[in-house]
């Protein structure tokens, strides 16, 4: 008689392959699911990405208006200035105090004297300052008190710079392109 006897702890050899193979497969794909979120979250946002750079049709804004825009997430300050505020800015381009000097026709719009696009966000916290106030008649902020002229240089305040110029470019008479 044959011996037909199963002898104790003798497993067939290719479930046991089967069972590591599976076992590297789970542990593969449960390291990539932890892995996805930490790589993604590298990737620049998606609302930057898009508004690398925007086009605005400056001929909306009307004389002494402002119009508020957003670029990368902050608000941009459009502002036709009238004649008064532009010789106001212009005739205090040498003031003794201006914290960082600079004259009016560096921050304009080339060729549009009227024409003032700045980034608006306070210099010294990043608050949004208010137009038309202060000492200066440019902008005021009033969370920590920094005083802006009609060119938004800092006048007074803790504020350390002038509110901040945009790289801009004129694309026609009309139309403007920041960033």
């Not at 892995?35 to 898009?50: E, F, H, R």
């Not at 001929?59 to 300050?77: A, H, T």
Request: glycine share 10%.
């Amino acid at each position: 008689m044959a011996d037909t006897a199963v002898q104790s702890g003798s497993e067939d050899p290719n479930r046991r392959d089967f069972i590591h193979i599976a076992a590297i497969a789970a542990a593969a794909g449960a390291g990539g699911m932890l892995a996805w979120p930490l790589v993604t979250q590298m990737n620049p946002s998606g609302d930057t990405l898009a508004l690398a750079s925007i086009e605005f049709d400056i001929s909306k804004v009307e004389d002494g208006q402002q119009v508020v825009i957003k670029w990368r997430g902050k608000p941009v300050f459009v502002r036709n200035r009238t004649p008064e505020q532009v010789a106001a800015a212009e005739k205090d381009d040498h003031a003794p105090d201006l914290k960082e000097p600079q004259t009016d026709a560096e921050r304009r719009l080339p060729g549009k004297a009227n024409y003032l696009v700045l980034i608006g966000t306070c210099t010294h916290l990043g608050c949004v300052p208010t137009v038309g106030g202060g000492d200066w008649g440019g902008w005021f902020c009033p969370c920590h008190g920094s005083h802006y002229d009609t060119s938004g240089r800092i006048r007074k305040g803790p504020a350390p710079k002038n509110l901040v110029v945009p790289e801009i470019a004129v694309l026609s008479d009309t139309k403007i392109k920041i960033g």
